[in-house]
């Protein structure tokens, strides 16, 4: 099994907001299925989300979340990714 760094981006009201997340699957395939199957949830409240190229829309389109890639990864280095976003760098 191999680790996939996954970009989503969800745009609501013209603000872009991107999200990462790792997924651990067999291939790029699986790990964009995996993907596509948790952004159909990625409003929890939204029952009926409309399916669209590479991801889907919510509350009659005001919400896109759409996956903007899959690539493979390893742990570590999703992780230093992570430390250098959220790392406030006063030097």
Same mark, same amino acid.
């Given at each position: 099994?191999? *680790?996939?760094?996954?970009?989503?981006? @969800?745009?609501?009201? @013209?603000?872009?907001?991107?999200?990462?997340?790792?997924? $651990?699957? /067999?291939?790029?395939?699986?790990? #964009?299925?995996?993907?596509?199957? &948790?952004? @159909?949830?990625?409003?929890?409240?939204?029952?009926?989300? *409309?399916? %669209? /190229?590479?991801?889907?829309? &919510?509350?009659?389109?005001?919400?896109?979340?759409?996956? @903007?890639?899959?690539? /493979?990864?390893?742990?570590? #280095? &999703?992780?230093? &990714?992570?430390? #250098?976003?959220? $790392? %406030?760098?006063?030097?």
């Amino acid at each position: 099994m191999s *680790e996939y760094w996954i970009k989503i981006s @969800e745009t609501e009201d @013209e603000e872009l907001n991107r999200h990462h997340y790792l997924i $651990t699957a /067999e291939s790029e395939s699986e790990a #964009k299925k995996s993907a596509l199957k &948790f952004m @159909e949830h990625f409003i929890d409240d939204e029952e009926h989300p *409309e399916k %669209i /190229e590479n991801g889907y829309t &919510f509350y009659n389109k005001a919400v896109v979340v759409r996956l @903007e890639s899959v690539k /493979e990864t390893t742990k570590e #280095k &999703f992780k230093e &990714f992570l430390l #250098k976003l959220h $790392t %406030i760098n006063m030097t």
